[in-house]
């Protein structure tokens, strides 16, 4: 399991808005998300296919839990959204599953999605 936090220069109310509206998801993460459902989505990337999607847990304002139907039980995306409230700092936290042969790897992709996430909330 990786567990990394980003400091992102944004409202935590915005950062929500980014890890839960589904069109805003689109922005940054995925190339397409179509909805079967309320709480089913099926994740679309160019030419890695698609992944289908059930969002497993939802704190308004704060988290977003997904379990991809196709991995193992007990393993999910998280986004979660932090403010400490003595600095004021913003974090994205992102939980994920991965081999331990490709945890360097996928750091990397979160660290370019969470760049490409900071871009598009203007958050520079």
């Not at 935590?12 to 993460?29: K, M």
């Not at 160019?46 to 977003?64: A, H, N």
Request: charged residues 30%.
């Amino acid at each position: 399991m990786l567990e990394m936090e980003f400091p992102i220069r944004s409202s935590p109310a915005i950062l929500y808005d980014f890890i839960s509206n589904t069109s805003n998801i689109t922005q940054w993460f995925c190339d397409d998300l179509k909805t079967k459902d309320k709480d089913h989505y099926i994740f679309i990337w160019e030419g890695e296919g698609s992944r289908e999607v059930l969002v497993e847990k939802k704190i308004r304002g704060k988290l977003v839990r997904f379990s991809y139907t196709d991995s193992p039980k007990g393993e999910f995306l998280e986004f979660e959204v932090i403010k400490d409230d003595l600095t004021g700092d913003v974090l994205m936290k992102v939980t994920d599953f991965c081999d331990e042969d490709e945890a360097e790897f996928n750091q990397q992709v979160w660290a370019a999605d969470m760049e490409h996430l900071t871009s598009v909330v203007g958050a520079h």
